[in-house]
């Protein structure tokens, strides 16, 4: 399990290296507890039943744990990439669908976005190009690559998000990802759902439930 948490660290840092009208008030979501972060200027909601872990894994921690995971050319990867491996900000995790070997969560990175704005996340073919980095870097460390739902923008609460669904297999284990991604004062926020395969569609409600209520 402690190798799986550490790919779901890595396929954040993939996505968040690659890449405003008024807003209302965001309802009290049933159910769900608040969450603020005072450095990164952001409140979201989650539910109450997930655990959350709020804090960055060191870069010296991350990099020891990818030289023990994964090979060389995966590690090339993120290198070429650009990832920060200090962007993780929070994690929440899942324990009552949890296995012995994995625990279903979503974590949070926060990077540059390097010149990505948010009407970009809105353009298609920004999300085309965008997607193709995505397949040829997961392709490239991950078995059995399988897109579900191809990138593409999405009204959740007062935001616009870029929103990807894949399935990769792990570790042996068959995984889900919904990854969605938003863009505020010069950084790109990339929360990251990663569920077994069989429960992505049902896990993705309380994923966009928690999304709507981001609030900047």
């Known amino acids: 399990m402690k190798k799986f948490m550490t790919f ?8 968040a290296a690659g890449c405003s009208s008024p807003s209302v008030p965001v309802e009290d979501i049933e159910g769900f507890d608040k969450y603020t972060n005072d450095e990164h200027g952001f409140s979201l909601q989650y539910p109450e039943d997930w655990i959350l872990l709020d804090g960055s894994l060191s870069e010296e921690e991350l990099t020891a744990a990818l030289e023990e995971v994964f090979e060389d050319d995966a590690r090339q990867v993120l290198e070429d990439l650009g990832a920060d491996l200090s962007s993780a900000v929070a994690y929440w995790y899942d324990f009552d669908t949890a296995t012995e070997d994995f625990v279903p969560n979503v974590n949070l990175t926060v ?3 390097a010149g990505m704005t948010q009407n970009n ?4 073919a920004t999300l085309k190009e965008m997607q193709g980095m995505l397949e040829d870097a997961y392709e490239s460390i991950f078995s059995d690559f399988t897109v579900v739902e191809n ?3 999405k009204k959740l609460g007062n935001n616009d998000f870029a929103v ?3 399935k990769v297999d792990v570790y042996g284990i068959n995984a889900g990802f919904c990854q969605a991604m938003i863009v505020n004062g010069g950084d790109i926020y990339t929360f990251t759902l990663t569920t077994f395969s069989d429960k992505l569609s049902s896990a993705v409600s309380r994923f966009e439930q928690m999304l709507s209520s981001v609030a900047f």
């Open 8 to 15: 779901l660290v890595v396929i954040a840092l993939i996505l």
């Open 111 to 113: 990077a540059a976005a």
């Open 121 to 124: 996340l809105k353009n298609a």
């Open 151 to 153: 990138m593409n923008s």
């Open 164 to 166: 990807f669904k894949f």
